[in-house]
């Protein structure tokens, strides 16, 4: 256990499903991320929220909308996603922004069909 | 945009020998950080370098940052099984919440 906590470690959905990832930190943590890790590619970043409030958009598509609700949860709702979103979906969180050390969840590993 | 890139992408080393990446950023960072990826793992924080020349040592894993905060290398000394991974290098600018992840370096260590 990292003390980030992300599930469910594995999903299958098809195209015209509705799905949510789940990340969870029980560190007192006030920064959380989403990033995706495609084959081949660098992590990149997705969502970034500070004290529940999102300050970072990375220009995800708008089929991936993230929720905040508090400062030890944080979601990421998936609809109408495409085969090409499938990928490892990583949550971090760090006590602040900028100069802090990442603790990343293991992960879910999603396959769009 | 900001571009982060490591060198080399693939590195097998017979077990004891030394092995170092290296990552090359298009910017000026303000701090860097390096993580370490086990085979179906997650991402994990091994260090962050801040100033410029900063060298940091971790046991057999030294760490540098360059002069002009635009480099950065890991070097492991007498490599082990236990070191195979991707080694990510990770940096951000001044002022912004973004850490950009290198390509990453995969190393396999063979007995």
């Known amino acids: 256990e990292t003390g980030v906590t992300q599930t469910p470690r594995h999903l299958v959905m098809g195209m015209t499903n509705k799905k949510s990832l789940k990340c969870e930190q029980h560190?007192?943590?006030?920064?959380m991320y989403w990033y995706k890790q495609s084959a081949k590619k660098p992590l990149e970043l997705m969502f970034v929220?500070?004290?529940?409030?999102?300050?970072e958009n990375n220009s995800v598509p708008s089929r991936f909308s993230p929720e905040c609700p508090n400062s030890s949860h944080l979601f990421l709702h998936l609809h109408t996603l495409q085969p090409e979103d499938s990928a490892l979906y990583l949550c971090?969180?760090?006590?602040?922004?900028?100069?802090?050390?990442?603790?990343f969840g293991s992960g879910t590993r999603l396959t769009v069909v | 945009g900001q571009q982060v890139m490591q060198i080399p992408q693939y590195q097998h080393v017979q077990e004891g020998e030394d092995f170092t990446t290296y990552c090359n950023s298009s910017?000026?960072?303000?701090?860097i950080q390096w993580y370490k990826q086990r085979p179906g793992g997650h991402p994990v924080f091994l260090i962050q370098?801040?100033?410029?020349?900063e060298v940091k040592k971790q046991k057999r894993l030294t760490f540098q940052f360059g002069e002009a905060k635009k480099n950065s290398s890991l070097h492991i000394t007498a490599t082990q099984t236990t070191d195979v991974g991707t080694y990510f290098c990770?940096?951000?600018?001044?002022?912004?919440?973004?850490?950009?992840f290198g390509t990453g370096t995969r190393l396999k260590v063979l007995a």
């Open positions: 370098l801040v100033k410029s020349g």
């Open positions: 929220y500070s004290l529940e409030e999102r300050v």
């Open positions: 971090a969180s760090s006590a602040g922004q900028g100069t802090y050390g990442y603790t």
């Open positions: 910017t000026t960072l303000s701090n």
């Open positions: 990770a940096g951000t600018t001044s002022g912004t919440y973004k850490y950009i």
């Open positions: 560190l007192g943590h006030n920064a």
